[in-house]
């Protein structure tokens, strides 16, 4: 019988859930995934974990629970670095310990570290100490990542081509590597949006955990679209565009999202041609608490396009989310038809 | 130019004697007070953790006394506090406090960026030096860590005669006298001698040498341990309690394990790596890998009880918090957390150290009776 490893559904798995199963499944090993969150998952992750980590890590817990019965192996990478000199955030970097030694009785935990800060090649390292778990063989080992690899280029590329991860992921086969159906078409189908509205192109930023879990942000991105609202996210951005704009900054940021949202932001505000930004923050993160108020100060400095927050936690009611997204969408929309009735001499 | 520096605990006592030393002019900001931190909540996003809050009102009231340079250290992460000096140049910008910042920061990336942070880490040294003078550079770099370590030692000491003190006061007042004096010393040579003299004072206090205290460990997050100010004075009155106290991350053990000794790739004191390994597998940032294997250290040298201490949001401190129930039970020591913010009430804060204090002392009369316990209900 084949080894059971667990995925949970739930902070990396949406960005690399592909390469995950592709290199797990090549190794002969059954890849389980848990249930999307619902309310159960949220509750047990908020009442085993610690009170003051933030709503993706308590999630996290919960889908561990959901799991451990029905694994042999939880697939916990610890991801202290996914890129040159940069950390992903102290959290995630410490996950597998918070959660073993939060949950009890759990099944072997894969923690291997994943640090290539200083060197790409650590990469290598950190798979053949994965693959050893299921196999003696390097040659084995090393084609699988490859394969994996192919996969997870391609999930990358459909990304940046303008999918979304929560589109993808749910239908994931890895023999179905046919992630084509244009952006247009699909936003057709699942927008339901009323007819004579304009598109609006918003960009939403945020974690990808926060951003493709719909329970935990309340269908946020299922709202937007039934607004009629066109989707970017900072996943679809180049990333040569994204490294020569944080070039002027005055500091380097450290963090890979970080990164990326400042870089995009600083693009996207020098062209100047989206109709609106989100910010989707889980409270107490620390990353986005320093980001995010970066990113605020830049729009208002530099620019007229309007910004909002969006936090969540454990507590956020759906009305009040609906509200704030309501009116921030009517409001762009006012702005649109009504500022050009105004005189040009003010 | 006029220099000022953010508050941490005692680290004013160094820079002020590195400041007179290189003659350059400087304002202490006033030692933090509740202004400080409102004015730091107003500005500050609401999420940042609270030594980031509590810095920006010691510019803002430093900037009012006549301060318009910063000094500030800088890091690489993951920790937030590596991004500081970035956001509070931002931060003060934005409110319109005009104020030069000079980063004290080790430069990293790729070669040009390194070229590059090298060349504004000189120009800092040599704007905050008045000139390239390297002799009296080195001096005042030597004499800052001799005098931060001298602090320390000075602190560490009056950890222990506190709480064995007869006439409950004498070491506060003593250490209260010791922070008035400072600031009419001029140079690390008067400073080095007030602070010898405070420790020959502190050893004079009469003391009731049979007395056996609680001891407890102090772990967690380095600002808020280290601030007595932002921790209501915790160490002090647990030993007004007459709880001895330990705290291993010291601003003198931050400049030499963490400046010195990693900025030039020496060997660290990596002891309490050691410890952590069986809980906490890999350096995560700030303190947590200190925190959890300082508390199995504790733990091992016989302790009563640890306390730790963080701001509200700090990231390595939450991972540190999740793991310290299973050191708690694998060592059977008690662990307090307490966590801080803007809203934390002093009066709850010091029940939940009373309560603890009760229960260490009450642990250890039951250690003693061994097995005799007679529960009082019966």
């Known amino acids: 019988m084949a080894i059971k490893v667990g995925i949970p559904r739930g902070l990396f798995y949406y960005r690399y859930y592909p390469l995950w199963k592709t290199f797990l499944e090549e190794l002969g090993a059954e890849v389980i995934l848990s249930d999307y969150t619902n309310k159960h998952i949220l509750d047990e992750g908020v009442k085993s974990c610690v009170d003051e980590a933030c709503l993706p890590v308590k999630v996290f817990h919960g889908h561990v629970l959901n799991l451990k019965d029905r694994v042999d192996y939880l697939f916990i990478p610890r991801l202290t670095s996914i890129s040159k000199n940069e950390y992903v955030c102290p959290k995630i970097g410490g996950l597998p310990d918070m959660v073993r030694n939060t949950i009890k009785d759990l099944p072997e935990i894969i923690n291997t570290e994943i640090n290539i800060r200083r060197s790409e090649k650590n990469m290598w390292k950190a798979v053949k100490e994965i693959g050893s778990y299921f196999t003696d063989s390097k040659f084995q080992i090393g084609k699988a990542y490859n394969k994996a690899r192919k996969v997870q280029d391609k999930f990358d590329s459909a990304i940046r081509n303008g999918r979304l991860p929560s589109d993808i992921l749910n239908s994931f086969q890895m023999n179905n590597l046919n992630f084509s159906p244009g952006r247009e078409e699909d936003r057709v189908n699942s927008s339901s949006g009323q007819r004579g509205q304009s598109l609006l192109n918003i960009l939403i930023i945020g974690h990808p955990y926060n951003l493709y879990d719909s329970y935990i942000n309340m269908n946020l991105i299922k709202k937007l679209r039934e607004n009629n609202v066109n989707l970017i996210t900072v996943e679809m951005q180049d990333e040569n565009i994204i490294n020569q704009k944080t070039k002027t900054l005055n500091k380097p940021m450290f963090w890979n999202f970080g990164r990326i949202a400042m870089g995009t932001i600083l693009h996207m505000v020098e062209k100047n041609d989206i109709d609106g930004i989100i910010y989707l923050m889980s409270f107490g993160c620390g990353i986005d608490s320093f980001v995010c108020d970066l990113i605020e100060k830049r729009v208002k400095r530099l620019s007229t396009i309007p910004f909002i927050v969006l936090t969540i936690d454990e507590h956020s009611g759906e009305a009040g989310m609906n509200t704030r997204i309501e009116a921030f969408i009517d409001m762009i929309r006012w702005r649109k038809k009504d500022e050009s009735n105004v005189s040009a001499l003010r | ?378």
Request: glycine content about 8%.
């Open chain 2, 1 to 378: 130019m006029k220099v000022t520096f953010p508050h941490l605990g005692n680290l004013y006592v160094p820079i002020k004697a590195m400041l007179d030393d290189l003659g350059t002019d400087y304002v202490v900001p006033p030692f933090n007070n509740k202004s400080a931190l409102e004015l730091g909540t107003k500005y500050a996003p609401e999420l940042a953790c609270l030594p980031l809050k509590i810095t920006i009102g010691n510019f803002i009231q430093a900037y009012e006394k006549g301060a318009d340079t910063i000094i500030m250290a800088g890091g690489w992460g993951p920790c937030r506090f590596g991004y500081y000096y970035e956001m509070q140049r931002e931060i003060l910008n934005d409110i319109g406090y005009k104020m030069d910042m000079i980063a004290l920061d080790v430069p990293k990336g790729s070669f040009k960026e390194i070229v590059a942070g090298t060349r504004k880490l000189a120009e800092g040294v040599k704007k905050l030096a008045g000139g390239w003078n390297i002799n009296k550079i080195l001096k005042a770099a030597i004499n800052t860590t001799i005098i931060s370590c001298k602090m320390d030692d000075l602190e560490r000491l009056s950890f222990k005669i506190r709480p064995r003190e007869k006439n409950r006061g004498n070491t506060n007042e003593i250490m209260k006298e010791f922070h008035n004096k400072v600031f009419s010393t001029y140079g690390s040579s008067e400073i080095k001698k007030l602070i010898d003299d405070t420790g020959k004072k502190l050893l004079e206090v009469e003391t009731d040498k049979n007395y056996k205290p609680l001891r407890v460990g102090i772990v967690g997050e380095i600002y808020t341990t280290i601030d007595t100010d932002t921790s209501f004075n915790i160490q002090e009155r647990l030993g007004d309690m007459g709880v001895e106290v330990c705290r291993p991350v010291t601003i003198s053990g931050w400049i030499i394990e963490h400046i010195l000794k990693g900025g030039l790739h020496l060997p660290r004191d990596m002891r309490f790596a050691e410890a952590a390994k069986p809980y906490l597998g890999a350096m995560i940032g700030g303190h947590a890998q200190e925190t959890v294997g300082n508390t199995v250290l504790f733990a091992k040298d016989g302790y009563d009880g640890i306390i730790q201490i963080y701001p509200l949001t700090c990231m390595p401190e939450i991972v540190a918090e999740s793991i310290l129930p299973s050191v708690e039970s694998d060592y059977e020591i008690p662990v307090l957390t307490l966590i801080i913010d803007e809203m934390t009430g002093e009066a709850g804060y010091m029940t939940r150290v009373e309560a603890f204090v009760d229960l260490l002392q009450k642990r250890r009369e039951s250690k003693v009776i061994e097995g005799r316990m007679v529960l009082s209900r019966n």
